[in-house]
């Protein structure tokens, strides 16, 4: 997973973005959510307006990383995606928290979250809650 070192030999830090995005494609895809299918359709857009992480262990060429992707918030027209980045000794290494706004394509203005993605959120992040709690 890890190829995009900088000159250190650890992972240059924008790539940490490009992995967490693509963990959350592929966590969207396992709810059912098809984003191409869902722009294709044009009925919303869904871009990410802040993002923000924290290094807090090196990451290197070809370390063996798990990422977590959980949802961390979902309100009317925007959720927040959190992704956990954890090294092969179970230690967290890296955090990304990313912020998501629906939009609509033609007038780019806030609209609601649509059910379906608002429903697969909340039930995620509802047993993301659970397993913390036991």
Same mark, same amino acid.
């Given at each position: #997973?890890?190829?995009?070192? +900088? ?7 924008? @790539? ?15 709810? @059912?959510?098809? &984003? ?6 044009? +009925? ?14 090196? &990451? ?58 608002? @429903?697969?959120? #909340? ?7 659970? &397993?913390?709690?036991?």
């Amino acid at each position: #997973m890890l190829s995009s070192t +900088d000159r250190a030999g650890v992972l240059f830090y924008p @790539e940490l973005f490009r992995h967490a995005h693509d963990a959350y494609e592929a966590f969207m895809a396992r709810q @059912e959510q098809d &984003l191409p299918g869902i722009f294709a359709a044009g +009925d919303v857009h869904i871009p990410v307006v802040h993002v923000e992480s924290d290094y807090l262990l090196p &990451l290197r060429h070809g370390d063996s990383v798990d990422v977590t992707v959980t949802p961390a918030r979902v309100g009317a027209t925007s959720f927040s995606i959190d992704c956990e980045f954890t090294d092969a000794q179970g230690r967290t290494a890296a955090k990304v928290r990313s912020v998501h706004v629906c939009i609509d394509p033609a007038s780019r203005q806030a609209v609601a979250v649509p059910a379906t993605l608002r @429903e697969r959120l #909340m039930v995620c992040m509802a047993a993301a809650q659970r &397993l913390q709690d036991s």
